[in-house]
């Protein structure tokens, strides 16, 4: 089983042909309202992958807790874990440009609610992995990485948005899944290059993390454990529309092909494939393909 501990947000996506500048007003082609956050992104994406997924999380008492409930539920995710704060839903307010970018702004609501005690101790004790990112408090992942230290349950943390990580809480991860920005701002490396990826991914190992994970957009990924080999997985050459939500998907796809007994090589080659649909579409869960289409994907 795989928990997911995070974010729940409302995405309010809007469209434009370059950003705008600073002191700058541009029109946008409208909004769009999706269900995103990058907990519920990848909880989605583990569903949709084939694993079996309970999210752990916080909405707020809102027209947007509703939808975002049921975005879950409808792709096979769990919900009777997440809890109700007072005060507004989380929203992130994201542009996409032309070239296929994006820039988001969040405002945290009831993420930044979610406490250590919000984690029921069931929950942890059932999983075999839990997932993590940072748009919930650091106390509560700090707290459930030792809790499932204790469950023996493997923690996959994705330091998103990045912030550094105190020295004595790596040893807890099992799986450090990083972007370029993310990579880089934690090592002190700069991250352009699969050679930069394993220098900085060497570094966040000898921190403590079991194994770590870079991924490198468009350029594909990067995983590293201990002393063997780096594996390097090409991205698949797809047009991109909307990068949102493509480390969600990754991560999701991966840890769901891990729950079903994948080898690595596998996992990270069918995260690729999961990754690769969902950029060639809008939004965040909304773009996130089924097993089904990840693997019609890979048999082309
Ligand atoms: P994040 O969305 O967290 O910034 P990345 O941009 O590194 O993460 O993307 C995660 C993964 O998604 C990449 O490792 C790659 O497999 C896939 N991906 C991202 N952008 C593209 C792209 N333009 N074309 C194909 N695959 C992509």
């Given at each position: 089983r795989i928990i997911v501990a995070g974010s729940i947000?409302?995405?309010?996506?809007?469209?434009?042909?370059?950003?705008?500048?600073?002191?700058?007003?541009?029109?946008?082609?409208?909004?769009?309202?999706?269900?995103?956050?990058?907990?519920?992104?990848?909880?989605?994406?583990a569903s949709l992958a084939g694993g079996d997924v309970t999210m752990i999380g916080a909405v707020g008492e809102d027209s947007f807790a509703e939808p975002l409930l049921s975005s879950l539920s409808e792709r096979g995710v769990a919900t009777g874990s997440v809890v109700?704060?007072?005060?507004?839903?989380?929203?992130?307010?994201?542009?996409?440009?032309?070239?296929?970018?994006n820039q988001i702004?969040?405002?945290?609501?009831?993420?930044?609610?979610?406490?250590?005690?919000?984690?029921?101790?069931?929950q942890l004790a059932d999983a075999d992995v839990i997932v993590l990112q940072n748009e919930i408090p650091w106390e509560t992942n700090l707290h459930v990485m030792q809790a499932s230290r204790s469950e023996r349950a493997k923690v996959v943390y994705n330091p998103a948005p990045v912030r550094q990580i105190p020295a004595d809480a790596y040893p807890l991860i099992d799986l450090l899944v990083v972007n370029e920005t993310e990579a880089a701002g934690l090592s002190g490396i700069e991250v352009a290059s699969q050679q930069d990826a394993a220098r900085a991914g060497r570094e966040l190992l000898s921190r403590g993390a079991r194994s770590v994970l870079v991924t490198l957009g468009a350029k594909g990924s990067l995983y590293l454990e201990g002393d063997g080999q780096p594996i390097f997985t090409p991205?698949?050459?797809?047009?991109?529309?909307?990068?949102?939500?493509?480390?969600?998907?990754?991560?999701?796809?991966?840890?769901?092909?891990?729950?079903?007994?994948?080898?690595?090589?596998?996992?990270?080659?069918?995260?690729?494939?999961?990754?690769?649909?969902a950029v060639t579409r809008e939004g965040a869960q909304a773009s996130i393909p089924t097993r089904r289409e990840i693997e019609s994907f890979l048999a082309e």
């Open positions: 947000n409302m995405d309010l996506v809007n469209h434009v042909k370059e950003f705008p500048k600073p002191g700058e007003t541009i029109h946008g082609r409208g909004v769009d309202y999706l269900p995103g956050g990058k907990g519920a992104n990848q909880a989605v994406a109700r704060k007072p005060g507004t839903s989380g929203l992130a307010f994201i542009t996409v440009s032309d070239a296929g970018e702004i969040l405002s945290e609501g009831s993420n930044g609610k979610l406490r250590p005690e919000d984690v029921p101790a069931k991205s698949f050459r797809v047009r991109a529309v909307d990068t949102t939500a493509a480390g969600d998907t990754f991560i999701g796809a991966f840890v769901a092909a891990g729950a079903q007994g994948l080898d690595t090589p596998a996992a990270l080659r069918f995260a690729t494939a999961a990754s690769a649909i």
